[in-house]
């Protein structure tokens, strides 16, 4: 596989350091740019530190559940991925559900991209650009190199009796994982300076090309990136961003665009992909700032009825559907939950409600339920439809009766029936500030007409700080302009 004749960086930083370092035996050739670098661990140790770091990620926080986005995702990643310098690991790649705009790298194939960040691209050749970036990451070693350097500094400061601490900072606001003990996790998402940096963002467009992206990508997505730091800057003083991104803008980074214009050059003859239907299709519907998830730090599910104004809590991995006045939990082989909301006719106790819709006077295991000061009743009956049991129950809230459904299987009666009888007991008012929680908004993707405006969407639009120029930052036309009659872009609804 070609790459650029000049990528190899000077060796003098690196033989000195690996001179120093010889009785260790810690030196080794970067597989992506052929340099001799100063390491600490073999290949094998590179892998089992990003399981364990992966699985301290993962207890920590909340990775965002669709499963096309993430096939769509992982797709494109190991499409990159495979034409890089180390095609022989297995990339895992995670969406994390996180408004904040970042994504970082673990050790041994591990990448994870903020959902917050996805909002902010525009076509797959910037997905491209984003998850070369983080391959490169890997594939050049640089968490690895980051702690080799640190490892030597803090012996050679125990050896002189001198103190010292190696802090990798993270500018990952409201996330977990910049709460995880780990410098891995903590410095790829901070960086790791201004030269590992252009060396992941040439070795990226380099990925992006060789797999059929223009890599011109690279400098759009930066460019998106850095106007949307720049912006946050300005109105909030608050710095940080992608890898803190560059101080000056990319598009008039002297060194940025030399390298990616010969990246671009040597590979002439690459074939851009320029399709972006199912970059759409993937990325419609996305959740766009908070998800209910990460503003209540809830991880069962939940499920909110903002028009009726309740809340339950559906056994663990249950689909939820929903239509104006029901809501129904299911997952195939383990049962179903269905919840309607009923108008109370006439006064009568919840026992007798239940008695009179079922056409039922006996119930197995009739208990009372007084639960966040609403009255209620539940019970198993038979299904006469189908010979087999349900757990049922009502709960009266304001003027109306809520019946709860729930089918039994046979060969799980009793474990089911613990689960549908948890979620009932979880059905409860909404507190006001849920209100807000159960509000999600999302990516909605439109054709531009000739008449469009920014400042007229923003009119409309649900974004409730600086709309207008949120959505020019979504769609790349920050801060002036309009798209062409034509043109995708994204609203938030």
């Given at each position: 596989?070609?790459?650029?004749?000049?990528?190899?960086?000077?060796?003098?930083?690196?033989?000195?350091?690996?001179?120093?370092?010889?009785?260790?035996?810690?030196?080794?050739?970067?597989?992506a740019?052929?340099?001799?670098?100063?390491?600490?661990?073999?290949g094998?140790?590179?892998?089992?530190?990003?399981?364990?770091?992966?699985?301290?990620?993962?207890?920590?926080?909340?990775?965002?559940?669709?499963?096309?986005?993430?096939?769509?995702?992982?797709?494109?990643?190991?499409?990159?991925?495979?034409?890089?310098?180390?095609?022989?690991?297995?990339?895992?790649?995670?969406?994390?559900?996180?408004?904040?705009?970042?994504?970082?790298?673990?050790?041994?194939?591990?990448?994870?991209?903020?959902?917050?960040?996805?909002?902010y691209?525009?076509?797959?050749?910037?997905?491209?650009?984003?998850?070369?970036?983080?391959?490169?990451?890997?594939?050049?070693?640089?968490?690895?190199?980051?702690?080799?350097?640190?490892?030597?500094?803090?012996?050679?400061?125990?050896?002189?009796?001198?103190?010292?601490?190696?802090?990798?900072?993270?500018?990952?606001?409201?996330?977990?994982?910049?709460?995880?003990?780990?410098?891995?996790?903590?410095?790829?998402?901070?960086?790791?300076?201004?030269?590992?940096?252009?060396?992941?963002?040439?070795?990226g467009?380099?990925?992006?090309?060789?797999?059929?992206?223009?890599?011109?990508?690279?400098?759009?997505?930066?460019?998106?990136?850095?106007?949307h730091?720049?912006?946050?800057?300005l109105?909030?003083?608050?710095?940080?961003g992608?890898?803190?991104?560059?101080?000056?803008?990319?598009?008039?980074?002297?060194?940025?665009?030399?390298?990616?214009?010969?990246?671009?050059?040597?590979?002439?003859?690459?074939?851009?992909?320029?399709?972006?239907?199912?970059?759409r299709?993937?990325?419609?519907?996305?959740?766009?700032?908070?998800?209910?998830?990460?503003?209540?730090?809830?991880?069962?599910?939940?499920?909110?009825q903002?028009?009726?104004?309740?809340?339950?809590?559906?056994?663990?991995?249950?689909?939820?559907?929903?239509?104006?006045?029901?809501?129904?939990?299911?997952?195939?082989?383990?049962?179903?939950?269905?919840?309607?909301a009923?108008?109370?006719?006439?006064?009568?106790?919840?026992?007798?409600?239940?008695?009179?819709?079922?056409?039922?006077?006996?119930?197995?295991?009739?208990?009372?339920?007084?639960?966040?000061?609403?009255?209620?009743?539940?019970?198993?009956?038979?299904?006469?439809?189908?010979?087999?049991?349900?757990?049922?129950?009502?709960?009266?809230?304001?003027?109306?009766?809520?019946?709860?459904?729930?089918e039994?299987?046979?060969?799980?009666?009793?474990?089911?029936?613990?689960?549908?009888?948890?979620?009932?007991?979880?059905?409860?008012?909404?507190?006001?500030?849920?209100?807000?929680?159960?509000?999600e908004?999302?990516?909605?993707?439109?054709?531009?007409?000739?008449?469009?405006d920014?400042?007229?969407?923003?009119?409309?639009?649900r974004?409730?700080?600086?709309?207008?120029?949120?959505?020019?930052?979504?769609?790349?036309?920050?801060?002036?302009?309009?798209?062409?009659?034509?043109?995708?872009?994204?609203?938030?609804?």
């Amino acid at each position: 596989m070609n790459r650029l004749p000049d990528r190899l960086p000077s060796l003098a930083a690196t033989a000195s350091l690996c001179l120093a370092a010889l009785l260790l035996e810690a030196c080794a050739v970067n597989p992506a740019t052929g340099t001799p670098n100063l390491v600490l661990m073999s290949g094998d140790r590179e892998k089992e530190i990003g399981l364990e770091e992966h699985e301290k990620i993962a207890q920590s926080s909340v990775f965002y559940e669709d499963e096309a986005l993430n096939a769509y995702v992982t797709e494109i990643g190991n499409r990159v991925a495979q034409v890089g310098d180390r095609p022989d690991l297995e990339y895992r790649f995670h969406i994390v559900d996180s408004p904040e705009i970042n994504a970082f790298a673990l050790p041994a194939g591990y990448v994870y991209v903020n959902r917050g960040l996805l909002n902010y691209l525009n076509s797959e050749a910037e997905l491209a650009a984003v998850l070369g970036h983080e391959i490169a990451h890997i594939t050049a070693r640089h968490a690895v190199q980051q702690h080799a350097r640190g490892a030597l500094a803090n012996a050679a400061a125990q050896v002189g009796g001198i103190a010292t601490a190696v802090v990798t900072g993270s500018g990952y606001v409201g996330s977990q994982i910049s709460q995880v003990a780990s410098i891995w996790a903590r410095a790829g998402l901070s960086g790791y300076g201004r030269e590992h940096e252009l060396e992941a963002d040439q070795l990226g467009a380099e990925y992006m090309r060789d797999a059929g992206y223009d890599p011109i990508g690279m400098i759009e997505t930066l460019t998106v990136l850095k106007n949307h730091q720049d912006f946050t800057r300005l109105t909030t003083n608050r710095g940080g961003g992608y890898h803190g991104l560059f101080a000056s803008h990319p598009r008039s980074d002297q060194r940025l665009q030399q390298t990616i214009a010969q990246v671009r050059d040597f590979g002439s003859q690459a074939i851009p992909q320029e399709d972006n239907s199912r970059f759409r299709e993937a990325t419609e519907g996305l959740i766009y700032g908070e998800s209910r998830l990460a503003r209540t730090n809830e991880t069962r599910n939940r499920y909110y009825q903002t028009l009726l104004g309740y809340t339950m809590v559906f056994p663990d991995d249950w689909s939820i559907s929903e239509t104006t006045t029901t809501a129904t939990g299911s997952a195939p082989g383990q049962g179903s939950l269905r919840v309607e909301a009923l108008r109370l006719q006439r006064n009568q106790s919840p026992r007798d409600f239940l008695a009179d819709r079922l056409q039922q006077a006996h119930l197995e295991q009739s208990e009372a339920l007084e639960q966040f000061r609403l009255l209620g009743h539940t019970g198993v009956a038979l299904n006469p439809a189908t010979g087999g049991k349900e757990r049922v129950a009502v709960i009266y809230f304001g003027p109306r009766a809520y019946l709860i459904t729930g089918e039994l299987p046979p060969d799980s009666l009793e474990e089911t029936d613990a689960l549908l009888l948890e979620s009932i007991r979880s059905f409860r008012p909404m507190e006001r500030g849920e209100i807000a929680i159960a509000e999600e908004l999302r990516i909605h993707w439109v054709v531009a007409d000739e008449n469009f405006d920014y400042a007229v969407a923003a009119r409309n639009s649900r974004i409730k700080e600086y709309p207008e120029e949120t959505l020019r930052l979504l769609n790349g036309h920050y801060p002036i302009g309009n798209p062409e009659p034509g043109e995708w872009i994204k609203l938030v609804e």
